[in-house]
Nanobody, 122 residues
Framework: QVQLVESGGGLVQPGGSLRLSCAAS????????MHWYRQAPGQQRELVAG???????NYADSVEGRFTISRDNADNTGYLQMNSLKPEDTAVYYC????????????????WGQGTQVTVSS
């Protein structure tokens, strides 16, 4: 079983920064992709950013230029650096990973974190 542990959320003033972490544990051979989603009250869950094993990244238009997704393969940990935060960034942020287990089975796992609250308040 693969598990995700998220950290880094909290309360921040507009214009501030936070760095979210997503640490994957369990039997993992390789993280194929990692995504960050967020869900604000009364809103659908939306994709914020994603990164694949080759380092390719993509971002929602609303966070382009402000957020940066990255990964540390040695630690099986992903990050979401959030700068210039706005009140509309307030949401529960969720990490999602696609991983492969070790050979020979290479069992795939698609796992969600528990979510971490980010609140941007004046």
């Amino acid at each position: 079983q693969v598990q995700l542990v998220e950290s880094g959320g909290g309360l921040v003033q507009p214009g501030g920064s936070l760095r979210l972490s997503c640490a994957a544990s369990g039997t993992i051979f390789r993280i194929i992709a990692m995504h960050w989603y967020r869900q604000a009250p009364g809103q659908q869950r939306e994709l914020v950013a994603g990164i694949t094993v080759d380092g390719s990244t993509n971002y929602a238009d609303s966070v382009e230029g402000r957020f940066t997704i990255s990964r540390d393969n040695a630690d099986n940990t992903g990050y979401l650096q959030m700068n210039s935060l706005k009140p509309e960034d307030t949401a529960v942020y969720y990490c999602n990973t696609l991983t492969l287990g070790p050979p020979p089975d290479r069992t795939p796992s698609n796992v969600w974190g528990q979510g971490t609250q980010v609140t941007v308040s004046s």
